[in-house]
């Protein structure tokens, strides 16, 4: 039996790359935040709510297990290089691993938001 209601269809792989870019997981056009990681209330072009989004932590534990692999993987071939001035190696590793979190946030978020969407969950 049909409810007479339109299925949506919820592209999971086009719903991460929208995400991942900052826009709307429905339409690709409308902006996800407001502002750095502010969620935006909902899509000024398709009106899709954001309100049930619950990223919450998750974003932030994988930034955080990505950026860590990564320095590292990076720690022992800089130190090969920086042996004689630790001081030096702890500044460029803190650098490196402070601009690898804050860049990966962002996208990382919108793509937790999109999965959301996408999987229907929270309200969505």
């Given at each position: 039996?049909?409810?007479?209601?339109?299925?949506e269809d919820?592209?999971?792989?086009?719903?991460?790359?929208?995400?991942?870019r900052?826009?709307?997981?429905?339409?690709?056009?409308?902006?996800?935040?407001?502002?750095?990681?502010?969620?935006?209330?909902?899509?000024?072009?398709?009106?899709?709510?954001?309100?049930?989004?619950?990223?919450?932590?998750?974003?932030?534990?994988?930034?955080?297990?990505?950026?860590?692999?990564?320095?590292?993987?990076?720690?022992?071939?800089?130190?090969?290089?920086?042996?004689?001035?630790?001081?030096?190696?702890?500044?460029?590793?803190?650098?490196?691993?402070?601009?690898?979190a804050l860049a990966?946030?962002?996208?990382?978020?919108?793509?937790?938001?999109?999965?959301?969407?996408?999987?229907?969950m929270?309200?969505?």
């Open positions: 039996m049909t409810t007479g209601l339109a299925i919820r592209d999971l792989n086009s719903a991460l790359r929208r995400g991942a900052l826009r709307c997981p429905r339409c690709g056009e409308g902006r996800l935040f407001r502002g750095y990681i502010r969620v935006a209330g909902g899509c000024d072009c398709c009106g899709l709510d954001f309100s049930p989004q619950r990223a919450d932590d998750g974003p932030a534990y994988l930034v955080i297990l990505i950026v860590c692999h990564i320095v590292g993987f990076t720690l022992p071939v800089m130190f090969g290089y920086m042996r004689d001035n630790p001081l030096l190696l702890a500044l460029t590793m803190s650098t490196m691993a402070t601009v690898l990966l946030l962002p996208p990382i978020k919108g793509a937790f938001i999109a999965l959301q969407w996408s999987k229907g929270h309200g969505f």
